[in-house]
C-alpha cells in the first residue's frame, strides 16, 4: 500500500515523525554465564595477580626453543587457513560499509530520450496524432527516515558480526600455533624415541655378537641366537614405524606454515625442554581471554541487534524523493531555464497483510538469539573444562614421572644383573630378552610423560587463550 502527500504535509509530517523516532527491538544485554569462583583443579597452582606477568602475545617463547619460534612466526604469515578467515573479516567489514550506507540518501543520474506518437483520439492530441520527442536529464534523490530504528540495528549487528570476525581470526590463529607446537613437541619426542632405539640397536647388535660367539664355543644353543635376532630386528622394526611418524610430524608442521613437504627440513634432536610457568587467570578472566569465547559473545550481539530488524517491519517506511533538471522537446534548447523541472515528493508505505510473514521473521529472528545464547553459554563451559582438564593433566603427569623414573632405574639395575646372570649361565636368553624389552619399554613410557607434559602446556595455554585479550583486539567500530 503507497500513498503519495502533499508536499507540506509530508514536511510536517516527516518533522513529527522524526521528533518521534524510536529504535524498535530490544537493546543487548550480555547473557549471563556460570562462573565458578576458581578451578577445581588448580592445587598447587599460584593465580596470577594483576602485578604479575600474563602469558606473552608470542607466549610459545616461555619453552624457550628457537627453531620453535621460528616456526611460529611463519604462521601468520604463511597459513592458508588463517588467509581465508582474514578474507572472511573484510568481507564482515563491507558489510558493515554496506548497512551504514544506508544512512545516506541515494543519488542518481538520469538521462533519456523518448520519441512516441500519441492516440489521434486523445482528448490531449492536438491536430491529430503528431510524432513527439522528449529529451529529459535529471538528478533524483531519495532517502529513506530511519524512525523506527531499522538501519542502526543492522549495523549493530554487521559490526558485531565484524567484531565475531575479529576474535574469528584471533581464535584461528591461536590454533593453528598450537596445533604447530603440538606438532613440534610430538616431532622432538619421536626424535627422543628414535634415538633411544637406535643406541637399543646396537646394544641388541653386541648383545647378538656375544650370544653368537658363545654358540660357537658351545656355551648356549642355536635358540639362543635366534632369539637374540628376533629381539634385535624388532627393534629396528620400532625404529623404523618412529622415522616414519617423525616425518608425517614434519608434513604437518609444513602444511600450518603454508609449505609444501619438501620444502621443509627439521633436523633432528632431542626433546630437551623445561616445562615453563604458566600464568593461571581467574576463571572470570577466561571471558575474555579467549578468543572462541568473545566471537561467540558478539554473535549474540549481533542476533540480538536482528530482532530489530524484524520488529521494525512492522511499522511503516518513510521515503522522501525530489527530483530536479531539464526537459525539451529540442535537444538544443535542453539546458534552457524554461526547460527545467523539479519534484518534491514523500512516500509512506505499510504492508497491511502478509500471510503472517512478519510474525514468522521476528520468530526466527527470536530463535536465532536463543540459539546463539546457548552457543555462546556452551562455548563458557568448554573454555572452562578444558582449562581444567589440562591442570590436571599436567599435576598427574608429573608425578607418573616422577615415579615412571623410579621404575627405570630399578628396570636398569634389573638388566644389569640379568645380563652378569646370563654370562655366568645361571638364567636362559629368555630372561635376557624380558629384562631388556622392561627396561626399553620404561624408557619409552618415561620420554612419552616428559613430551605429555609439554603437549599439555600448550593445550592450558591454548584453552586460558593464549596472549589474546578482548580489552587488546576488538575495538568496536563506530556507528
Known sequence: MKMNFPHNFSMSLLASLLASACTVGPDYIKPDTTNPATFKEAEGWKIAEPGDSAIPQKWWEVFNDPELNQLEEQVEINNQNLRAVEARFRQSQALVASSRSAYLPLLGINANKTRNQPSGNSTNSINGARIRN???????????????????????????????????????????????????????????????????????????????????????????????????????????????????????????IGKAPAELAIKPTTLNVAIPDIPLSLPSQLLERRPDIAAAERRVASANAQIGVAKAAYFPTLTLSAVAGFQSNNLSDLFNW?????????????????????????????????????????????????????????????????????????????????????????????????????????????????????????LLIKALGGGWSVKENVKPLAN
Do not use: C
Request: proline share 0%.
Open 134 to 256: 522528449t529529451n529529459t536529464l535529471s538528478l533524483n534523490l531519495s532517502w529513506e527516515a530511519d524512525i523506527w530504528g531499522r538501519i542502526q540495528r543492522t549495523v549493530e549487528s554487521s559490526a558485531a558480526g565484524a567484531e565475531a570476525s575479529i576474535s574469528d581470526i584471533a581464535a584461528a590463529r591461536l590454533s593453528a600455533q598450537a596445533e604447530l607446537a603440538q606438532n613440534y613437541f610430538s616431532l622432538r619426542i619421536a626424535d627422543s624415541q628414535k634415538k633411544l632405539l637406535d643406541e637399543t640397536v646396537l646394544s641388541y647388535q653386541k648383545s647378538m655378537t656375544l650370544t653368537q660367539n658363545r654358540y660357537q664355543a658351545g656355551v648356549v644353543g642355536k635358540s639362543d641366537v635366534v632369539q637374540a635376532e628376533t629381539l634385535l630386528k624388532s627393534t629396528q622394526v620400532q625404529a623404523a614405524d618412529l622415522a616414519m611418524q617423525r616425518t608425517q610430524f614434519e608434513h604437518a608442521i609444513a602444511l600450518l
Open 338 to 458: 524554461p526547460s527545467r523541472i523539479w519534484s518534491l515528493g514523500s512516500a509512506l508505505a505499510l504492508t497491511a497483510f502478509d500471510g503472517g510473514k512478519r510474525h514468522a521473521l521476528s520468530d526466527q529472528a527470536v530463535a536465532v538469539y536463543d540459539e546463539n545464547v546457548a552457543n555462546y553459554r556452551q562455548t563458557v563451559l568448554t573454555g572452562f573444562k578444558e582449562v581444567e582438564d589440562s591442570l590436571i593433566a599436567l599435576r598427574v603427569l608429573q608425578e607418573e614421572q616422577k615415579l615412571q623414573a623410579q621404575a627405570l632405574e630399578a628396570a636398569r639395575a634389573s638388566q644389569n644383573y640379568t645380563t652378569n646372570q646370563y654370562k655366568a649361565g645361571i638364567v636362559n636368553y629368555l630372561d635376557v630378552i624380558n629384562v631388556y624389552n622392561i627396561a626399553l619399554n620404561n624408557e619409552r613410557t618415561l620420554i612419552n610423560l616428559q613430551g605429555n607434559q609439554m603437549l599439555n602446556s600448550v
